[in-house]
């Protein structure tokens, strides 16, 4: 399979734990990005690479969140001390610049925050 | 700062035709995205306008107005398969914006 994956599928922790997600992109996209989504609502951006470089981090993300691309290949998003309101869909995709914008997504983490 | 307007749901019988809008205020644009997202699914790609005007991917056609902020997706020959939310996006240096999808309940 060539396409974005991420792990886990699925996450249940308890509030004040902190929890990590990987992201696979697709081999050949030097661009990543992580965005969050709720029940209703589009994915809300929260940060992008392009290789190792992180360019830039919603100003609605709280210092608990933290991302990396240590190889410009995988990413991890981590969230420390999760809250309730951190349980949503975390969704991460992948593309090519500068051939398009075009992003091919990943299935997802769904995180619930007991 | 970026905002998105589609309409929250939409409903339409098989085989009809059915016009999604989107209207944008961005302070860069690039280009708008729409997506296909089914229930507990990721998004998939469908079009992305850059220039103004309708492009045509089979039963799928996306407009752009860029003067106007303005776009569409024009679904023909409706299928139930395309009961689904169907999201757009605007985009700038590659970050993209999200609307909160439409969802468009395909009846037989």
């Known amino acids: 399979d060539t396409g974005v994956s991420q792990n886990p599928r699925h996450k249940i922790t308890k509030r004040g734990q902190n929890v990590t997600f990987r992201c696979d992109p697709i081999s050949e996209h030097n661009r990543l990005y992580w965005y969050r989504q709720t029940l209703g609502q589009g994915p809300e951006f929260l940060t992008y690479f392009q290789n190792e470089a992180q360019l830039e981090k919603s100003r609605l993300l709280s210092d608990r969140f933290s991302a990396e691309r240590p190889k410009g290949s995988f990413s991890t998003l981590e969230i420390q001390r999760t809250e309730q309101g951190d349980s949503a869909m975390y969704l991460c995709?992948?593309?090519?610049?500068?051939?398009?914008?075009?992003?091919?997504f990943g299935p997802g983490t769904r995180l619930t925050v007991l | 700062g970026q905002n998105i307007d589609q309409p929250t749901e939409m409903t339409a019988t098989e085989g009809a035709i059915v016009q999604i809008n989107c209207t944008y205020q961005t302070s860069g644009f690039n280009g708008l995205f729409w997506y296909q997202q089914h229930a507990g699914e990721a998004p998939t790609f469908l079009s992305y306008?850059?220039?103004?005007g309708l492009e045509e991917k089979g039963r799928f056609s996306s407009f752009l107005s860029r003067s106007k902020g303005y776009s569409y997706l024009l679904l023909k020959e409706l299928q139930m398969k395309d009961s689904a939310s169907y999201l757009c996006?605007?985009?700038?240096?590659?970050?993209?914006?999200f609307g909160d999808g439409t969802t468009l309940t395909v009846k037989p």
């Open positions: 306008n850059v220039l103004d």
């Open positions: 996006a605007a985009t700038n240096a590659g970050k993209s914006t």
């Open positions: 995709a992948s593309s090519f610049s500068p051939s398009g914008d075009e992003q091919f």
